[in-house]
C-alpha cells in the first residue's frame, strides 16, 4: 500500500518503543545516558501521514563492492587475460556472488512520519507497520 502525506492510517500491529531519549533539537549522539525504559503502542492507534520518505536501498559493504569491481574487470579484460589468471579472478568473482545476490534481493524501505491521535510521533517508521485508516 502506498501512503500519502495527509492520509489517514492506524497501526497495524502493537509497537514497542525502548531506548535512549533525546529532546527533538538534541543530536541522538547526546542520548549516551538517558533511558526511559519502554512505551507500548496498541494496534488500532489512528494517526496522519505528515511526510513519507523515498524508498532506500542499503549501502553495500565491502564484499559487494568487491564483487563489483571484480566482475567488471573479468568483464571487460577477461578475454584479454591469461587463462590461469582469468580462471583466479572467475573463482574469486563466484565466491563473492552469494553477497551480490543477498544485497540485490534487499527490500528498499519506505519510511514515514505519522503524528498519532495521542500526541505522538513516529519519525522514520517503516510504512509497513500502517494500514489505511
Request: glycine share 8%; net charge negative; hydrophobic share 40%.
Amino acid at each position: 500500500m502506498m501512503l500519502e502525506a495527509g492520509q489517514r492510517v492506524k497501526l497495524a500491529a502493537d509497537l514497542r518503543l525502548a531506548g535512549p531519549v533525546v529532546l527533538a533539537e538534541d543530536s541522538p549522539a547526546a542520548a549516551t545516558d538517558a533511558v526511559a525504559g519502554s512505551l507500548s503502542l496498541a494496534s488500532g492507534t489512528g494517526g496522519t501521514v505528515e511526510r513519507v520518505n523515498e524508498p532506500q536501498q542499503q549501502e553495500p559493504g565491502p564484499d559487494v563492492r568487491e564483487y563489483v569491481r571484480l566482475k567488471s574487470l573479468l568483464d571487460d579484460f577477461g578475454h584479454q587475460m591469461p587463462s590461469g589468471t582469468r580462471k583466479q579472478l572467475e573463482e574469486q568473482v563466484g565466491s563473492l556472488e552469494p553477497e551480490w545476490i543477498a544485497h540485490q534481493e534487499q527490500r528498499l524501505h519506505v519510511t514515514v512520519r505519522v503524528r498519532l491521535d495521542n500526541g505522538f510521533v513516529l519519525d522514520d517508521a517503516h510504512a509497513e507497520v500502517f494500514t489505511s485508516d
